[in-house]
Every structure is written in C-alpha cells, then in structure tokens.
C-alpha cells in the first residue's frame, strides 16, 4: 500500500499566496500519496499515521498555535516537517518584536524544520512559489511604476497601473509585476515575486513578514493604516459617508523619497530556488529514513 503524506497549509481559493505556495505543488514525493489538508481542521482522525508537511505562508501565527500542537500530539511514528513558514506580527514596534519572538510553539516536535524568515540562519527556507516556471518567462518594462496591493492594504496611486492580491492567476500576476521597473506595494508576495523577477521594489507593510524577506525591499515607514471611508460630495461638501468593509489605507506622501534606496537582486531567482532543492533533498532522505 502507497504511504500518505498530508500537506497541511492554510486552503484558501481566494488568496493568492497560499494557492502557490505549498510544497506538493512544485514537488513529487515518490511512493506518497499526498493528500492536501487545511491546517485550520487539523484533527487526529485526519493526521494519525500519516507523515505531514506543513508549508505554505504565515502559518507562525497565534491563529494556528492549536493546530501545531495538535500535529505534534498525534505525531508518534510519523514524520512532521515545516517547509518555508513563517511569522507575522501586527501592531507596533514590529521589528522589537521579532527580534524577540518565540519560534519555539511552532518547531518543537519537528524532525525537519524550514522557516522562510531570512533570521533562522541555517534552517532558512523561502516560499516555494519561487519554483513557479513562470519566473521564467522574460518580459519587458512597460511602465515605470506599477501598484499592487493586498486586498485589504490598499495603496492609492491613481495615475499608475495597479492590481489586488485577489486575483486567481499567478501568471497574470508575474505579467503585471514584471511590466513596472519598480513595483510599489502592500503584498507580501507582491514584494517576494517582485524581487524574484528583477524588479526594483518598495514595500509597505502592514506586518513583520515584510521585514524577514533576505532580498530586502525599501521599506516605506507607515506609521498607521486607517479605515477607508466612502463618500458622496456635491459642491465639496461631504453628504454620506461610510467605511468600506475591510479595507484599509495609508499615507505615502513622500514615498519618491526612497527611490534612491532600491535595487534590484539578479540572483535572488537562483538562490531562492536552490535553496529549496537543497531542503527538498533533506525532506526526501527524512521520508525514507
């Protein structure tokens, strides 16, 4: 009978980033079945006996704390892997609180860990979606900014093309990121992908994720995201208003002012790659031991 390896990540249609960034995939597991499991329905009727990876985004989060400690609870023969995770902290003074934040909950237990935060050092595991063949695909710089924002972080730049992180092609997406010379955004693929395909970019963050990328975007320091609000005026007079459901904006009145700081990483495709063929080859010996 074929052995099953759960891949444990967060199932997701309507988020880009968790759509292409679980290990299964990119990869094969020869002689595994693998069967895709949502991390937020963890029970042990659907993990017991089975070897599990868990990979995919910012699953080093308070939310999934219950389901890696369930994953380690009903672990006993089996194998348990961490494959590119890692952390998101909101609320201020992030970068005190990674500095200082406690991987531990989320590795204990482990037999193979990779974090995506460049910090880890040795376990350092970036996103899989660097493997996606359309990194490939060379394309030529039609403007020279483009805006992409998370759904919910939303930047406004009206006079420069821009798309949302609610979208479900990746191609698409690498087709307009790749179209700008440098890419302004609030997504923290928007960042990775943007990085990966040479484009200079400039990142604003609505958590700490954004800080851990090793090929470090300009930062723009936003101090606060506010509630956008929609209003109908006449005459410059504010007649109705009221805040859109879940979206959020920011200042960015001088945002040109760290134009002299970006650059682009022409080896960050590689690296990023390489990177994950080596973990993959740790994780293959794991399952065979």
């Given at each position: 009978m074929m052995k099953k390896v759960i891949s444990c990540h967060v199932i997701d249609?309507?988020?880009?980033?968790?759509?292409?960034?679980?290990?299964?995939?990119?990869?094969?597991?020869?002689?595994?079945?693998?069967?895709?499991?949502?991390?937020?329905?963890?029970?042990?009727?659907?993990?017991?006996?089975?070897?599990?990876i868990v990979g995919g985004g910012g699953l080093v989060f308070a939310r999934f704390r219950d389901s890696f400690g369930e994953l380690v609870k009903q672990k006993k023969h089996s194998k348990l892997i961490s494959w590119g995770i890692g952390q998101q902290i909101y609320g201020n003074n992030q970068l005190d609180k990674i500095k200082k934040f406690d991987y531990q909950p989320y590795t204990q237990g482990f037999d193979l860990v990779g974090i995506r935060d460049s910090s880890y050092l040795d376990n350092w595991v970036p996103c899989v979606s660097c493997m996606h063949p359309g990194f490939d695909?060379?394309?030529?710089?039609?403007?020279?900014?483009?805006?992409?924002?998370?759904?919910?972080?939303?930047?406004?730049?009206?006079?420069?093309?821009?798309?949302?992180?609610?979208?479900?092609?990746?191609?698409?997406?690498l087709d307009f990121l790749g179209s700008g010379e440098t890419i302004l955004t609030s997504s923290y693929h928007g960042a990775y992908w943007g990085t990966l395909l040479g484009r200079k970019v400039i990142a604003f963050p609505f958590s700490s994720k954004f800080y851990t990328l090793k090929h470090l975007p300009v930062i723009y320091p936003v101090k606060k995201w506010f509630e956008a609000k929609f209003k109908?005026?006449?005459?410059?007079?504010?007649?109705?208003?009221?805040?859109?459901?879940?979206?959020?904006?920011?200042?960015?009145?001088?945002?040109?002012?760290?134009?002299k700081d970006c650059r682009a990483y022409p080896d960050s495709l590689q690296e990023n790659r390489d990177r994950n063929l080596w973990y993959y080859s740790k994780v293959m010996k794991l399952l065979a031991s």
């Open positions: 249609p309507n988020n880009i980033g968790d759509l292409y960034s679980t290990p299964s995939h990119y990869f094969d597991f020869p002689g595994y079945q693998v069967e895709p499991l949502d991390i937020r329905h963890v029970t042990p009727e659907n993990i017991q006996g089975k070897d599990v695909k060379k394309r030529d710089i039609k403007h020279e900014f483009v805006v992409f924002s998370h759904k919910k972080f939303q930047l406004e730049f009206p006079k420069f093309p821009k798309m949302t992180n609610n979208h479900q092609s990746i191609d698409q997406i109908v005026s006449i005459f410059n007079k504010t007649l109705h208003e009221s805040p859109y459901d879940n979206k959020f904006i920011c200042n960015h009145d001088n945002w040109r002012d760290y134009l």
